[in-house]
């Protein structure tokens, strides 16, 4: 167990239709990375918040979107969700604003029917 | 554009014998080097890492291995368990606390 939770672990939604996936970061960390796997793909980074604020951005589409909350757990939010979009979303947490040795959740897996 | 290739897809080992996994990376800032592995139904765990300034580290049976001149490191398990089989991911990252960029995997398959 790594100490980052992820709810969902599954969700079936429509195309059209918007979906939040959550995560709890370890005790103490502050920085929440959301990465997305699509299938035959490594991880892509999508996002990083550290301590509320945003602080990286990777490969993400304008029609999602996340935020940390001051209680330091994030929420990614994807709209007007594609076919495409089906795939595993990880969140991560460390302590620093440095992605190192980041700590990954059990992901939430996202088909888009 | 992938920065971080991994051109085996899997591998397979026999038991007790040597793992080596492969990852080449294209960006020269890259200067952090990390391996996960993930089991099927979980998140990617730490595995080993590797800075730039070092051109070894090892932790166990695992061996990571970089040559900064041909932008190469080698993920070195000896000897291989059936545990161990899993997906490896490489990963990297300039030091300047950009997120890692990771490789699409290695699936390796330890053998009884």
């Known amino acids: 167990d790594s100490g980052v939770t992820q709810t969902p672990k599954h969700l079936i939604t429509a195309t059209g239709q918007r979906v939040t996936l959550r995560c709890s970061p370890r005790?103490?960390?502050?920085?929440v990375y959301w990465y997305q796997q699509s299938l035959d793909q490594g991880l892509q980074f999508l996002i990083q918040y550290y301590n509320g604020e945003e602080r990286a951005k990777g490969n993400i589409l304008e029609r999602f979107s996340a935020q940390q909350f001051p209680d330091l757990h994030s929420e990614l939010n994807l709209s007007s969700l594609e076919l495409g979009d089906s795939a595993l979303y990880f969140c991560?947490?460390?302590?620093?604003?440095?992605?190192?040795?980041?700590?990954f959740g059990q992901g939430t897996r996202l088909t888009v029917v | 554009d992938q920065q971080v290739k991994q051109n085996s897809p899997s591998l397979s080992v026999q038991e007790g014998r040597i793992s080596i996994l492969n990852c080449d990376y294209t960006?020269?800032?890259?200067?952090?080097f990390l391996w996960y592995k993930k089991y099927p139904a979980e998140g990617p765990t730490f595995l080993i890492s590797i800075s730039s300034i070092k051109d070894k580290n090892e932790d166990g049976r695992f061996t990571v291995f970089l040559n900064k001149s041909a932008k190469h490191l080698s993920l070195h398990i000896v000897p291989s368990q059936p545990g161990d089989s899993a997906v490896y991911f490489c990963?990297?990252?300039?030091?300047?606390?950009?997120?890692?960029?990771f490789g699409k995997g290695t699936s390796l398959l330890v053998t009884p």
């Open positions: 991560a947490s460390s302590v620093t604003s440095e992605n190192t040795e980041a700590f």
């Open positions: 960006n020269s800032m890259f200067d952090y």
């Open positions: 990963a990297a990252s300039p030091n300047s606390g950009y997120a890692l960029n």
């Open positions: 005790s103490g960390d502050l920085s």
